[in-house]
Nanobody, 129 residues
Framework: QVQLVESGGGLVQAGGSLRLSCAAS????????MAWFRQAPGKEREFVVV????????????YYADSVKGRFTISRDNAKNTVYLQMNNQKPEDTAVYYC??????????????????WGQGTQVTVSS
């Protein structure tokens, strides 16, 4: 079992930046696929970005939702068991609760939240216009 705790959310003006962190604890030695999702009021949980770890190398693959490509960057520090989401040039439509998620191994569909077994409590990000 792995526990995830997000931090770094807050209020930012349009065009500004925030960095979210997701710290993992517990059984962190397994090769989890890590992702960020977000959910705005009245909307479904939406895929933001995923970062995977090859089980045989330190190569990371990342995939971004089109809506955040070029503005958001995910990174992973395995020594600290932490995943980061750097969000630049933020827009009001980025306003949502952001969730960190972990899938055991490689999810069948990395953009589908139903394939992730472990979730953080979420952190609110509000972008004002």
């Amino acid at each position: 079992q792995v526990q995830l705790v997000e931090s770094g959310g807050g209020l930012v003006q349009a065009g500004g930046s925030l960095r979210l962190s997701c710290a993992a604890s517990g059984r962190t030695s397994s090769p989890y696929t890590m992702a960020w999702f977000r959910q705005a009021p009245g909307k479904e949980r939406e895929f933001v970005v995923v970062i995977s770890k090859s089980s045989i190398s330190t190569y990371f693959s990342t995939y971004y939702a089109d809506s955040v490509k070029g503005r958001f960057t995910i990174s992973r520090d395995n020594a600290k068991n932490t995943v980061y989401l750097q969000m630049n040039n933020q827009k009001p439509e980025d306003t949502a609760v952001y969730y960190c998620a972990a899938a055991e191994g490689i999810p069948q569909r990395y953009s589908d939240y139903r394939y992730y077994q472990h979730w953080g409590q979420g952190t609110q990000v509000t972008v004002s216009s």
